[in-house]
């Protein structure tokens, strides 16, 4: 299962049902009817993190329904929800290896899609593919938001708008993919998931010409050169795990 997908034992104080904690959340204050005519789904890599927060949303008065990961994107199809709240791996191994990109980008792009999720992994990306119209809210679960806050971020992603910690683009540009255009950061985090280049040219909507333009650049600027004897893009993705991706002061690569 590896990693839970946030961190449990955060206070709910000020919720009148009950002061268990849900993981990666905190319900301070948030009044019973927040979240009233809302349906949604809930599913998260850890099943104890996805059951907790299915019963504290059902707390506030919405129709939550814990949902397993392998089957997020059929019943996001189903016509029964508003939204979708995911909470992925804390890893990055653990996010690429359980294929959650793909099946964050294949949710029903009709419903909100919140996601709580470290900056560690590249969920960042799911907004550079995800079309007008399909809301997307990308909470930092590190800093655990409210329920309400949760809520809200649902309910401004119904309206086909975009919601992103600022959490996710200073972890980018200091941490891990400092120095890139916002267009290769989007190249790097797919192709650090496994995309090919025609694959990253069909989720971007970009030519693959384009992206193996971005792809060479991103080389040049990570220093690694043509080898024969090396895998430039294990490599790089191999960087991207190790959060130690950073430009090189060497141009003439």
């Given amino acids: 299962m590896g990693e839970p997908s946030a961190v449990a034992g955060v206070s709910t104080s000020g919720v009148a049902t009950s002061s268990v904690a849900t993981s990666g959340l905190t319900a301070s204050g948030v009044a ?17 993190t996805a059951l907790l927060l299915t019963e504290r949303l059902s707390d506030l008065e919405l129709s939550a329904q814990q949902v397993a990961f392998d089957d997020m994107v059929e019943q996001s199809q189903s016509g029964r929800f508003d939204a979708v709240i995911a909470v992925p ?25 919140a996601v709580l999720a470290t900056p560690r992994v590249p969920v960042r990306a799911i907004a550079g593919v995800r079309p007008a119209g399909g809301g997307l809210a990308l909470l930092d679960s590190t800093t655990p938001p409210s329920l309400w806050t949760v809520i809200a971020s649902i309910r401004f992603a ?96």
């Fill in 32 to 48: 019973a009817s927040t979240g009233e005519g809302l349906s949604v789904m809930v599913t998260a890599a850890d099943p104890l």
């Fill in 89 to 113: 791996p804390l890893s990055l191994l653990d996010y690429t290896e359980g294929r959650w990109h793909e099946a964050l980008v294949d949710v029903d792009q009709g419903l909100a899609l």
């Fill in 158 to 253: 119904m309206t086909g708008r975009h919601t992103i910690d600022s959490a996710f683009t200073a972890y980018g540009e200091q941490k891990v993919l400092g120095g890139f255009s916002p267009a290769e950061r989007l190249v790097y985090e797919l192709l650090a998931c496994g995309y090919s280049n025609r694959a990253i040219a069909e989720q971007l909507f970009l030519s693959e010409r384009t992206v193996e333009t971005h792809v060479r650049q991103i080389f040049m600027r990570l220093g690694l050169s043509e080898d024969a004897s090396t895998n430039r893009r294990v490599l790089a993705a191999r960087l991207a795990l190790d959060g130690t991706a950073q430009v090189s002061s060497n141009r003439s690569r």
